[in-house]
């Protein structure tokens, strides 16, 4: 069962005096965190096989390193980014 919204701003509630902490998502697939969600931006893991495949390097935070910007909504292009970024992760 997945985790409710609700329970999510339960524990970032929780967590609102926490200095210094990444309070974004993170995205997992097959075991590997390939990814996230930070300020409104779906940012994917810098991979081997991704560079040259026109995405644009984002921050996520300050002190972190650049990743890919997933500019798409195409799914089946996604999952073609995705299955690229978990082989080269593996």
Do not use: C, H, W
Request: hydrophobic share 40%.
């Amino acid at each position: 069962m997945a985790s409710s919204l609700d329970y999510l701003e339960y524990v970032l509630d929780l967590l609102r005096e926490v200095n210094e902490m990444m309070g974004e998502f993170m995205l997992y697939k097959d075991g590997f965190l390939f990814g996230g969600v930070y300020d409104n931006r779906f940012l994917i893991k810098k991979t081997k096989s991704l560079e040259g495949k026109g995405l644009r390097e984002q921050i996520p935070y300050p002190s972190a390193k650049p990743m890919f910007l997933v500019d798409i909504e195409d799914p089946r292009e996604i999952e073609e980014l995705l299955s690229l970024a978990i082989k080269d992760l593996k």
